[in-house]
């Protein structure tokens, strides 16, 4: 059965919005566990901008599942992720103006960088998903690369509106689930899922993880974070 990852940054981004200290996102991982979560993901990007290094050292200290990180590939966060070894490193493209991750790493054009970032997280024992859109050239660029997960973008699914612009990102998502297998790489997906078009992706078979982040930290704004995680462990488990 598919796992569910809950993303916490934006518990960290309300509270960076006032410079506190609450809401504490490692307190919010904790009652992800509890309410049903599989792993705990975190992206501490290079401004800082939302999760600091002192919740990456405590959820080092108390996610009891998987934790997660996700992180350019560069030498200060290769060497954050060697110091404090997570579960997983999830490589991601990162730039300073965005809101949030647009779009999947160029592994084929970075090859090179990317396979030496690989290396250095193998020699520390841990694994490596690359976050890339399903595209046939960008996957087997990672098997060339030495990663051991791929991690589908599922932003242009999730932005479609109607079914008849839907449907062939999920056919694509369909095949690079299969080529990811073929090549022996494990699956996971995220970005953009919520409780309505998870269900249309979750009955695809091979993927291994939904990695999910605003719309459950979003919801649980209302509903509560228990009840947010729940809910999305229910629709992804009876899907």
């Known amino acids: 059965m598919a796992r569910l990852g809950v993303n916490i940054d934006h518990v960290a981004t309300i509270r960076q919005a006032r410079g506190g200290v609450e809401p504490d996102p490692v307190a919010a991982a904790a009652m992800a566990e509890l309410a049903g979560a599989d792993g705990i993901i975190v992206h501490l990007r290079e401004d800082r901008r939302h999760i600091q290094d002192r919740d990456l050292r405590l959820l080092r200290e108390t996610v009891k599942?998987?934790?997660?990180?996700?992180?350019?590939?560069?030498?200060e966060m290769i060497g954050i992720a060697l110091s404090l070894k997570p579960d997983m490193c999830t490589l991601v493209p990162?730039?300073?103006?965005?809101?949030?991750?647009e779009g999947g790493l160029d592994v084929r054009i970075n090859v090179q960088q990317i396979s030496e970032a690989v290396d250095l997280l193998?020699?520390?024992?841990?694994?490596?998903?690359?976050?890339i859109d399903p595209d046939p050239?960008?996957?087997?660029?990672?098997?060339?690369?030495?990663?051991d997960y791929i991690e589908i973008h599922t932003g242009t699914f999730a932005?479609?509106?109607e079914w008849k612009s839907q449907e062939p990102?999920?056919?694509?998502?369909?095949?690079?689930?299969?080529?990811?297998?073929?090549?022996?790489?494990?699956?996971?997906?995220?970005?953009?899922?919520?409780?309505v078009?998870?269900?249309?992706?979750?009955?695809?078979?091979?993927?291994?993880?939904?990695?999910?982040?605003?719309?459950?930290i979003s919801r649980a704004v209302l509903v509560g974070l228990e009840r947010a995680v729940r809910e999305m462990v229910d629709l992804i488990k009876y899907a």
């Open 94 to 101: 990162e730039k300073r103006q965005e809101l949030t991750t």
């Open 122 to 131: 193998h020699e520390g024992n841990i694994p490596v998903s690359l976050f």
């Open 137 to 147: 050239d960008q996957i087997k660029a990672v098997d060339k690369a030495g990663a």
């Open 169 to 195: 990102e999920l056919i694509k998502i369909e095949n690079a689930v299969k080529l990811a297998q073929k090549l022996g790489l494990g699956v996971n997906a995220g970005h953009g899922l919520n409780y």
């Open 197 to 216: 078009n998870i269900k249309k992706v979750a009955v695809i078979r091979g993927i291994e993880e939904y990695n999910i982040g605003h719309s459950i």
């Open 159 to 161: 932005e479609a509106k």
């Open 65 to 75: 599942t998987k934790l997660n990180l996700e992180m350019a590939a560069t030498r």
